[in-house]
């Protein structure tokens, strides 16, 4: 019998950006995104290019595999403004 270990795969990963600005209402609005990058370092260029555009960007990341309905912890890694509570 044969001991071969598959190394195991890695999930997919969402990794995204938005941005937020206030209505005259002072309610908080995406002014861009939910747009998912390539790169944590490319989502964070984006995020910072965002940043001097608008009230709020938040940048984060997180494994997961939308068909099977399985998300991981989110990272936050960028995070400018004020931002909505995310959940």
Known sequence: ???HILPSQKKPKLIVVVAFDCGEDGEMFTAFGPVDQ???DRVIRTARALAG???GVIAWSREADPALGDYGPTTTLFVSGDVPDME
């Open 1 to 3: 019998m044969s001991d």
């Open 38 to 40: 390539q790169s944590e």
């Open 53 to 55: 555009k608008h009230v």
